[in-house]
């Protein structure tokens, strides 16, 4: 079992930036972060392997977004910059065996975080 803890978001204004963290139990794991918007799927932000020596990013947060983790604190952290108003959701860590960007291949998930961007 793999606990995660993901750090506070909150609310930043248009072209802003902001930083998630996310703790785990382990460093063992690729770890991802996807998003949801209401009324909207689950989409996929970005993960990295987890040596760190391999990212891969969404379309819509390419160039805006660096994912990127420090496994001596067990942490994955995601960077965001240029914020944009359709950013806003609840966004969630999840852990993966697997290097992936499918959500249905992530075993652990932690609770979630509000980010809202203001125009």
């Known amino acids: 079992q793999v606990q995660l803890v993901e750090s506070e978001g909150g609310v930043v204004q248009a072209g802003g930036s902001l930083r998630l963290s996310c703790t785990a139990s382990t460093s063992t794991y690729a770890m991802g972060w996807f998003r949801q918007a209401p009324g909207k799927e689950r989409e996929f932000v970005a993960v990295v392997e987890w040596t760190g020596s391999s990212t891969s990013y969404g379309d819509s947060v390419k160039g805006r977004f660096t994912i990127s983790r420090d496994n001596a604190k067990n942490t994955v952290y995601l960077q965001m910059n240029t914020l944009k108003p359709e950013d806003t959701a609840v966004y969630y860590c999840?852990?993966?065996?697997?290097?992936?960007?499918?959500?249905?291949?992530?075993?652990?998930w932690g609770q979630g975080t509000q980010v809202t961007v203001s125009s």
């Open positions: 999840a852990a993966s065996t697997i290097f992936t960007e499918m959500s249905r291949l992530y075993n652990y």
